[in-house]
Nanobody, 122 residues
Framework: QVQLVESGGGLVQAGGSLRLSCAASGSTFTSYAMGWFRQAPGKEREFVIA????????IYTDAVKGRFTISRDNAKNTVYLQMNSLKPEDTAVYYC???????????????WGQGTQVTVSS
């Protein structure tokens, strides 16, 4: 399994931006598609966005379309989540996860980071 560490969370005002990073170690990064999930207080964890192993294919949930983008730097073993036009409803703990194929299905991901808190104030 690959080990994942997220960073970059914090407090931001509505309309602002944040960039999350997820650093991978312990295995061949290019073997994994990478996803971001989030869990808001009192809600189930949900899929946000994911990127394929080469970085050419992405999938995302409609709630973040046009606002969030995902990218990866395979030389740095890192995946990024750029979040723009943030809304209070984006407030959640954000988790990155790794899987051998690109999917939005949470149960398919078998390596997870510890999460990073994103809070968007109104």
């Amino acid at each position: 399994q690959v080990q994942l560490v997220e960073s970059g969370g914090g407090l931001v005002q509505a309309g602002g931006s944040l960039r999350l990073s997820c650093a991978a170690s312990g295995s061949t990064f290019t073997s994994y598609a990478m996803g971001w999930f989030r869990q808001a207080p009192g809600k189930e964890r949900e899929f946000v966005i994911a990127i394929g192993r080469s970085g050419t294919t992405t999938i995302y949930t409609d709630a973040v379309k046009g606002r969030f983008t995902i990218s990866r730097d395979n030389a740095k073993n890192t995946v990024y989540l750029q979040m723009n036009s943030l809304k209070p409803e984006d407030t959640a703990v954000y988790y990155c996860a790794a899987n051998t194929f690109l999917t939005r299905r949470m149960s398919a991901y078998d390596s997870w980071g510890q999460g990073t808190q994103v809070t968007v104030s109104s």
